[in-house]
């Protein structure tokens, strides 16, 4: 049985990702190391019951390393971290330590865990594989016009972006000077069950239903690439299930929309799934837009199509339907 770390796993993707990937290979075992910060709940795992959780945080050296030693593990998949923009301006120092530090921490634990020197892995540990999920935010920001590719040089913007991008380079760095297997993924924005309750999505669902202001950055022109989070899923699947080493993938959704036209889309489901009086555009409110605002983001996804032959199954409007349907009965039960 294969010992696969799972990091930040009672977070919204991590969550999402452990319950479909443990229905689709119950052969491996999955050990959850959590923090269980603001973002992580264990209620969103409620369902799984064969994998051990541990509460604890990557940047803790002397836990990463028992972990390592205590459970086997031959397969890290990384998730953890600080991620909510907002937040990053304001506390930009916990985004460096947990994005930057706690990955760094992963990586050298898994290193020594996985070899003698570098690019000499220990006798059983030759075929380990350090997994990093990313963002397409380590980019910065788009024109009218154009797509992220792999090759996109790096140009963040926030100090959330910033510690992403750190973290990336890190990841390859292990993989070229000590010879670690490292696999990548950049996504482009999800959304789904299990969100957050500060992210976009879920604010205007939950502001609309309670009767509450919808609050639209600036002038809500800002587009984004809305990613479902199951057919994330899948594409770390692929990605994690190939021999792609070094290599890194941008993960897609090919639905762009702008976030007042999004917040619209809402509405127009939530007028005919929920009615009220009055349609739910009309709670809509522009507030002063966010500093260092990216204009566009918007994925080029060929390449895992053309490697791995992944590409989404879900439209904007079915996964839009799935998530507002999900919230909902959180919100209203």
């Given at each position: 049985m294969k010992h696969i770390l799972i990091t930040g796993g009672a977070g919204f993707i991590g969550s999402n990702f452990i319950n479909y990937f443990l229905r689709k290979y119950p052969q491996y075992f999955l050990i959850n190391l959590d923090l269980l910060t603001y973002a992580g709940d264990l209620a969103n795992l409620k369902d799984i019951e064969s994998y051990a959780f541990i509460e604890g945080?990557?940047?803790?050296?002397?836990?990463?390393?028992?972990?390592?030693?205590?459970?086997?593990?031959?397969?890290?998949?990384?998730?953890?971290?600080?991620?909510?923009?907002?937040?990053?301006?304001?506390?930009?120092?916990?985004?460096?330590?947990?994005?930057?530090?706690?990955?760094?921490?992963?990586?050298?634990?898994?290193?020594?865990?996985?070899f003698n020197a570098p690019h000499c892995p220990k006798s059983g540990k030759e075929n380990a594989v350090f997994h990093h999920i990313s963002t397409d935010e380590v980019y910065g920001s788009l024109g009218e016009s154009g797509y992220f590719t792999e090759s996109t040089p790096y140009a963040p913007n926030s100090p959330y972006s910033a510690s992403k991008a750190g973290s990336d380079m890190l990841v390859r760095a292990y993989f070229h000077t000590y010879g670690l297997k490292t696999l990548m993924t950049n996504c482009s924005n999800n959304y789904g069950p299990k969100q957050h309750d500060e992210k976009l999505i879920p604010t205007i669902i939950r502001n609309a239903l309670q009767g509450k202001s919808i609050p639209i950055y600036g002038d809500g022109k800002n587009v984004r690439d809305w990613l479902f989070v199951k057919d994330h899923c899948r594409g770390i699947d692929v990605v994690f299930?190939?021999?792609?080493?070094?290599?890194?993938?941008?993960?897609?959704?090919?639905?762009?929309?702008?976030?007042?036209?999004?917040?619209?889309?809402?509405?127009?489901?939530?007028?005919?799934?929920?009615?009220?009086?009055?349609?739910?555009?009309?709670?809509?409110?522009?507030?002063?837009?966010?500093?260092?605002?990216?204009?566009?983001?918007?994925?080029?996804?060929?390449?895992?199509?053309?490697?791995?032959?992944?590409?989404?199954?879900?439209?904007?409007?079915?996964?839009?339907?799935?998530?507002?349907?999900?919230?909902?009965?959180?919100?209203?039960g």
């Open positions: 945080n990557i940047c803790d050296e002397g836990l990463v390393k028992d972990i390592f030693a205590r459970y086997n593990i031959e397969a890290v998949i990384h998730f953890a971290a600080e991620s909510h923009v907002d937040n990053s301006i304001a506390t930009p120092s916990k985004f460096v330590q947990t994005n930057v530090n706690g990955t760094f921490n992963l990586l050298h634990n898994a290193y020594l865990s996985w299930h190939s021999c792609y080493f070094g290599e890194s993938f941008n993960i897609g959704g090919g639905n762009e929309k702008s976030n007042i036209e999004l917040a619209q889309m809402i509405c127009k489901v939530l007028d005919e799934k929920y009615p009220k009086e009055t349609s739910y555009k009309e709670q809509i409110t522009f507030v002063q837009d966010r500093a260092g605002h990216d204009r566009r983001y918007a994925i080029d996804f060929s390449k895992i199509h053309k490697f791995l032959d992944w590409k989404p199954s879900e439209s904007l409007e079915s996964g839009i339907a799935q998530t507002i349907d999900w919230y909902i009965h959180k919100y209203r």
